[in-house]
């Protein structure tokens, strides 16, 4: 298992049915919360792309204007991705009981934040190209509003000033062919998008996995601003509920509310973040069924059912997988981009079809933020705050090494 040093930031009770060692504690949500916490309906300036981080954080001086829920409903079917939920096929056993989602819904009332996560939702969107195919893009994971149908096999995915310096960066570092290509700012309606890539367009009826890379997926920044400035978040308090109505505390419960550093650390255990260093957010097969059901997906037996489902147990594909993931791990330890940035909440795109293409990409840079010179990292080291180790390439290795084991040796 991991071997780095997970903060507790209130010891409710391990979901996992392993025993883990109980460090301390670095955030306590209990009395030390200042006067004036307040319970926010949905967070606030959590993270540099958090729903109200990019949109909302008046550090940018770019379009802050959050995207209603219906947004993109209301561009042009031709050129937005439409939701859709007649398309979904999936099982979708999350979703259904997500009170977030209903906490975001447009009849929500005013006040309320104007965009949401998909969470396990998926987007099918059919669109148009100016080249007339036609495809179903799916967004398999994030936030939901974040991406708009662009030319030319491309796709805007709502701005975000730390992303853009990241892709702009990616762009002249080794990395460069494994991330979707950048191509600027472009506006739309007034909402600044990053412009790059649709990985998807050159595939036919894709099969696709998300997973999201590292053994953390807050930014040092967001526990130093939770302890700052701490905000009680009432959607995560339901979405924890949902999953699991006896995770909350006595004093979460009556607060009905909880950090978000203690939201996302009580994912990670629950998932296999914490002790793989990566986990699976969502799998869309090209026979149009979706899981994004894998918030409890844990062990390394369950991820390797999941793989193998994924790939419909064809040997050929997991080769093809696993020689980019060993790729991109030796591109990886080389990058002067990858030594000089915090890696959090990153995703490996794995993409196959029918026609026996495969590859991989890693995605979402976000939370991708620049180090303070001489720092440098190794991705492997266990965290300990102020270390700023996220363990991506950790996770990489478990991945690879679970691939491994399921190839005829
Ligand atoms: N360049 C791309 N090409 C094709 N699909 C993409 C691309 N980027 C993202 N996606 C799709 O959108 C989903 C969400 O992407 P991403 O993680 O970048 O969004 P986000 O809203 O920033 O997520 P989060 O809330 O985790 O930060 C991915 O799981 C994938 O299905
Ligand atoms: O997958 P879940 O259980 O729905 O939880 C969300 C997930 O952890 C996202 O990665 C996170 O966005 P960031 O990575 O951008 O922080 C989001 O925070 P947010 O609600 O503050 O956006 C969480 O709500």
Redesign the pocket.
Known sequence: SYPGTIPKLIITRDPSPTPSPEPPALLSARTELPAGLCLDSH?ED??P???SGCGGSPALTRSPRKLSNSSSLGLSSASSFEESEDDFTGSDIESSLSPARSLCSPDEGPGNKSWQ?L?TMVHFSPFVVSFKKRYPWVQLAG?AGNFQAGEYGRLLKRYCESEQQCLQKLMKDTLRPYVPGYYGVVQREQQDYNLMDDLLAEFDSPSIMDCKMGSR?YLEEELKKARERPRLRKD?YD?MVAVDPGAPTEEERAQQGIL?PRY?QW?ETLSSTATLGFRIEGIKKADGTCNTNFKKTKQREQVMQALEDFVGGNTQILKLYLQRLQEIRSVLEQSQFFQTHEVV?SSLLFVHDASGKARVWMIDF??TVPLPEPQTLDHRTAWVEGNREDGYLWGLDNLVDILSSMLPQ
Do not use: A
Request: hydrophobic share 10%.
């Open positions: 967070g959590e993270s792309c958090s729903d996560k969470k936030h997926t995560m979405k978000k996302m994912r909440g976000g939370k």
